[in-house]
């Protein structure tokens, strides 16, 4: 069985600052890492992944994720945050195979003041 | 292409009642799957089609639900004798063959009064 931990339910932030939203993971198999984002009334949107290679990977909104497979976390930052980065995002794992069924956590709402 | 589309956005409904909601996803997508997502929560799996076969569906999936694919392309979600921890958002999503992105629906939320 697979879960992911969101540590934090809500993250505020200041516009302009650097933001951190932390996701931990447990499987017993290797795993397919997602982060998705949902912008209010909208559905959710793939904003990064991990399949393999670089433990590194990188939105084209300047959005970053690392995969650390001894501490199983993949955290997701960027160095300055704006208003419109305003949304609930999402970490998820899968186990690949034939299926690709996704398994979520609970979420973290970002919310960016002016 | 407009991606995922979920039909009605939104249905109120007295318990009791049966509704059903309709998943079309993108055409050239053979993989679909139903997620269900309560409020605070994450998005659930629920089922998972490959073509018209279903070939998981979850311990949430109680007796009350059924989905279909008839022709491996649009897919029903069913759910017969509401009752008021039904109330949810209902997800569809879909991938290709191989592919590793799912592209989600904007759902349907079903409130049970």
């Known amino acids: 069985a697979q879960s992911v931990t969101q540590l934090d339910s809500q993250v505020p932030v200041f516009e302009e600052a650097p933001v951190e939203l932390r996701c931990n993971y447990s499987s017993s198999v290797s795993v397919y890492l997602f982060w998705y984002v949902q912008y209010p009334n909208q559905g959710l949107q793939l904003l990064l992944k991990y399949l393999s290679g670089s433990t590194l990977v990188e939105s084209i909104n300047g959005f970053e994720a690392e995969f650390n497979k001894s501490q199983t976390s993949f955290h997701l930052r960027k160095p300055s945050v704006h208003i419109s980065d305003t949304a609930e995002y999402f970490c998820a794992v899968s186990s690949g195979g034939s299926n690709y069924k996704l398994t979520f956590g609970k979420g973290t709402l970002l919310t960016v003041n002016p | 292409d407009t991606g995922v589309s979920q039909n009605p956005r939104h249905k109120i409904t007295k318990r009791g009642q049966n509704v059903t909601f309709r998943c079309d996803p993108i055409?050239?997508?053979?993989?679909l799957y139903w997620y269900r997502q309560t409020l605070g929560q994450g998005p659930e799996f629920l089922t998972y089609?490959?073509?018209?076969?279903?070939?998981?569906k979850s311990r949430l999936l109680s007796d009350r639900f059924s989905a279909e694919r008839p022709k491996g392309s649009f897919s029903t979600l069913e759910i017969q004798r509401t009752e008021q921890g039904d109330s949810a958002m209902y997800l569809c999503?879909?991938?290709?063959?191989?592919?590793?992105?799912?592209?989600f629906g904007q759902g349907t939320r079903l409130t049970v009064v």
């Open positions: 089609f490959q073509n018209e076969a279903q070939l998981e």
């Open positions: 055409s050239e997508h053979n993989r």
């Open positions: 999503a879909s991938t290709s063959q191989g592919g590793t992105e799912a592209f």
